[in-house]
């Protein structure tokens, strides 16, 4: 069955490090998603991207925070300069048709766990 | 703006008892509705949707769940508990207006009794 792969599964880094999350959607997936949770509390919509832009994006998602689709297959969030309180799961995440107006059915990869030492 | 509310971080039952799981919503449009579970070390998976039509929705792994608009509620339901049932439970909100993403609730632990 098709699902989406997110890597690493744990990172560890530094504050005020770069990190790359790595995503491989779905292949027939159009809209790509990222979402996070910080331990404890509630999964938070971070980005939408479609068409090779951003569609959607939430007040978490600052200048520190890119998304790019560099090639066809992967789907990655760039963390510029990394804060503690950006330890958290993330979550990718794609569908073949937007939540908006169909309501299409996401599909979740298991979550890359960052901690900001 | 959207939010959603679900009652209960830990939820406790028997196995072979009914499951529920509350959850309520604020939506200032008619709402998407969804609820996911996640399985230990896995992702979120779709268990249900709610979008237009029948109030009462099925999903996978016989549960259920109920909109009833004028309670502003979708509480996940199924009537015997299995084992496999133990997992975490996200109920979902859309954003609405033609917005694209997700807001979920802050989850519901079930855990499952022999």
């Known amino acids: 069955e098709p699902e989406v792969t997110q890597t690493p599964s744990h990172q560890v880094t530094q504050m005020g490090q770069e990190v790359i999350l790595r995503c491989v959607p779905i292949s027939n997936h159009l809209y790509f998603y990222w979402y996070r949770q910080i331990l404890g509390q509630k999964v938070e919509f971070l980005v939408s991207f479609y068409n090779n832009e951003i569609s959607e994006k939430s007040e978490i998602f600052d200048d520190q925070f890119s998304v790019e689709r560099p090639d066809g297959s992967n789907f990655t969030l760039k963390i510029r300069s990394t804060k503690l309180e950006d330890s958290a799961m993330y979550f990718c995440a794609s569908s073949v048709v937007p939540l908006a107006g169909v309501a299409g059915e996401l599909f979740f990869g298991e979550g890359s766990r960052l901690t900001v030492l | 703006a959207q939010s959603v509310t679900q009652l209960g971080s830990h939820v406790s039952v028997s196995e072979g008892a009914l499951v529920l799981l509350r959850c309520n919503y604020s939506?200032?449009?008619?709402?998407?509705l969804f609820w996911y579970v996640q399985y230990p070390n896995q992702g979120l998976q779709l268990l249900l949707k709610?979008?237009?039509?029948?109030?009462l929705v099925k999903g996978i792994n016989g549960f259920e769940a109920e909109f009833k608009k004028s309670e502003t509620s979708f509480h996940l339901t199924k009537p015997s508990a299995h084992m496999s049932d133990a997992a975490e439970y996200f109920c979902?909100?859309?954003?609405?207006?033609?917005?694209?993403?997700?807001?979920f609730g802050k989850g519901t632990h079930l855990i499952i009794q022999p």
């Open positions: 939506s200032s449009v008619p709402p998407y």
């Open positions: 709610y979008t237009t039509g029948a109030t």
């Open positions: 979902a909100v859309s954003l609405g207006g033609g917005a694209d993403g997700l807001t």
